[in-house]
């Protein structure tokens, strides 16, 4: 295609990310794709160094610090015909008018879910293993325990429980198929042979609360999972279980949970918590049965271009007039993160 024929884009995000979404090879290919300033990041709108490029833009490449695409944003690029999201969910920045306008939305979500998934199934087979309990008795006590305290030690035919079938849900289900455990699945949204097919057991919510020895989350943050593992589910919880949270923090209430793992009643492995970060003195730093992490497990580093290459792709189908791999519609978005 010619250069005069090929789109006008323009970056709108925190400008930090830009170099790890888009390494040479790939800057190349995005600017033999589209009409481009490298050098240009949006993060306002309104700022009137970025107006000119901004009244030309056909696309929109957007990551993390991207500001509210909303009508004021649309006013400024009036030609606007697709965002291309080099991150995940983009419930929260998208407003009504891009849906109304009939702008085309695609999201490397299934790109960063690969991360999380990869994250999860480390901490599952870890928990399993009771090697972060272990680590913090041979950090204190300096030798080994007894072989008396690996009765309840090991991965053979452990239950799992996944809470919610999301991208990442199911990407954890995949990876877990090797391995012999037990396999658990709550989704309101899925039927019976559904999970089935994902290799999970269907299994209503308490049910697989109370008979999980790992539980790990991957539901949306929505209004209706708001708070969905309160005091009575989480109490639910078999004593010595483990409890991953690699969603968001809203879906369990803070302080029930905090009451658990204070109780050391439970374990938990948590790359999310609410607040987030947690306070300076909550207890949960120094609890031995709890592995934080600060909100790692979702793409960071070298994976970012896993992220932009999703972007580069995608811009290639439409430049080529063909549907996009992971274009979101605005239903979508009411019970996915």
């Known amino acids: 295609m010619p250069t005069s024929q090929l789109p006008r884009a323009v970056f709108a995000m925190d400008p930090v990310h830009l170099p790890a979404l888009f390494p040479p090879r790939l800057m190349a290919r995005?600017?033999?794709?589209?009409?481009?300033?490298?050098?240009?990041?949006?993060?306002?709108?309104?700022d009137p160094r970025a107006a000119g490029a901004l009244a030309q833009a056909e696309v929109l490449i957007t990551g993390w610090g991207c500001p509210p695409v909303d009508t004021e944003a649309l006013a400024a690029a009036p030609g606007l015909r697709a965002l291309l999201h080099a991150?995940?969910?983009?419930?929260?920045?998208?407003?009504?008018?891009?849906?109304?306008?009939?702008?085309?939305?695609?999201?490397?979500?299934?790109?960063?879910?690969?991360?999380?998934?990869?994250?999860?199934?480390?901490?599952i087979l870890l928990a399993g293993k009771d090697a972060f309990g272990l680590r913090e008795?041979?950090?204190?006590?300096?030798?080994?325990?007894?072989?008396?305290?690996?009765?309840?030690?090991?991965?053979?035919?452990?239950?799992?429980?996944?809470i919610g079938a999301s991208r990442v849900g199911r990407r954890v289900?995949?990876?877990?198929?090797?391995?012999?455990?037990?396999?658990?699945?709550?989704?309101?949204?899925?039927?019976?042979?559904?999970a089935t097919a994902l290799g999970a057991v269907p299994l209503p919510l308490d049910?697989?609360?109370?008979?999980?020895?790992?539980?790990?989350?991957?539901?949306?943050?929505?209004?209706?999972?708001?708070?969905?593992?309160?005091?009575?589910?989480?109490?639910?919880?078999?004593?010595?279980?483990?409890?991953?949270?690699?969603?968001?923090?809203?879906?369990?209430?803070?302080?029930?949970?905090?009451?658990?793992?204070v109780s050391k009643r439970i374990s938990a492995v948590l790359d999310v918590t609410e607040p987030e970060p947690l306070p300076a003195d909550s207890p949960l730093y120094g609890?031995?049965?709890?592995?934080?992490?600060?909100?790692?497990?979702?793409?960071?580093?070298?994976?970012?271009?896993?992220?932009?290459?999703?972007?580069?792709?995608?811009?290639?189908?439409?430049?080529?007039?063909?549907p996009l791999a992971y274009a979101v519609r605005r239903a979508d978005l009411v019970n996915s993160a």
Request: some cysteine; aromatic content about 6%; charged content about 20%.
């Open 173 to 194: 289900l995949e990876l877990l198929r090797p391995f012999d455990f037990t396999v658990t699945l709550h989704d309101p949204y899925i039927d019976d042979a559904q």
């Open 137 to 162: 008795r041979f950090r204190t006590e300096h030798r080994f325990p007894a072989p008396a305290g690996f009765a309840t030690v090991g991965n053979h035919g452990r239950r799992i429980g996944i």
């Open 207 to 261: 049910e697989l609360l109370r008979t999980a020895d790992i539980v790990s989350l991957h539901a949306p943050d929505t209004p209706e999972t708001y708070r969905m593992l309160d005091r009575r589910r989480l109490a639910l919880i078999h004593d010595g279980a483990v409890l991953v949270n690699t969603s968001r923090g809203a879906l369990v209430d803070p302080g029930a949970l905090q009451d658990e793992l």
């Open 87 to 123: 991150a995940g969910s983009v419930r929260g920045w998208v407003g009504d008018a891009v849906w109304e306008r009939g702008i085309t939305v695609s999201s490397a979500v299934d790109a960063n879910a690969v991360p999380v998934a990869e994250y999860t199934l480390a901490a």
């Open 287 to 322: 609890l031995p049965n709890v592995f934080l992490t600060p909100h790692i497990a979702g793409s960071l580093g070298n994976e970012l271009e896993r992220l932009g290459r999703t972007v580069v792709d995608e811009l290639t189908l439409l430049c080529a007039g063909s």
């Open 30 to 46: 995005l600017t033999s794709l589209a009409r481009l300033d490298p050098t240009l990041v949006v993060q306002d709108f309104a």
